[in-house]
Nanobody
Framework: QVQLVESGGGLVQAGGSLRLSCAAS????????MGWFRQAPGKEREFVAA????????HYADSFKGRFTISRDNAKNTVYLQMNTLKPEDTAVYYC????????????????WGQGTQVTVSS
């Protein structure tokens, strides 16, 4: 089992950047693929990015390619989401999630979730 705590959200102007962090508990962090998802008010939770257990393979939803970068540091039990050129439509609660073994873009495939961190982008 793994517990996840996100941080790094906040208020930023359009065009700005934020880096989200997700700290995981436990000694088996490297056994989990990690994902970032987001949920805007009135919308379903959507996939943003995922990274393999080793960090050697990244996956992005098309909307975020070139703007967002996912990475992980297994020595620090942490996964990151660097978000650049933010837009007002990026406003949402951002969640990190973990699943054993392989990466997935499917919300339902992830068993472990953090509490979320709010990102608000002003125009």
């Amino acid at each position: 089992q793994v517990q996840l705590v996100e941080s790094g959200g906040g208020l930023v102007q359009a065009g700005g950047s934020l880096r989200l962090s997700c700290a995981a508990s436990g000694r088996t962090f490297s056994m989990y693929a990690m994902g970032w998802f987001r949920q805007a008010p009135g919308k379903e939770r959507e996939f943003v990015a995922a990274v393999s257990r080793s960090g050697g393979s990244n996956h992005y939803a098309d909307s975020f390619k070139g703007r967002f970068t996912i990475s992980r540091d297994n020595a620090k039990n942490t996964v990151y989401l660097q978000m650049n050129t933010l837009k007002p439509e990026d406003t949402a609660v951002y969640y990190c999630a973990a699943r054993p073994l392989d990466v997935s873009t499917n919300v339902a495939a992830y068993a472990y979730w953090g509490q979320g961190t709010q990102v608000t982008v002003s125009s």
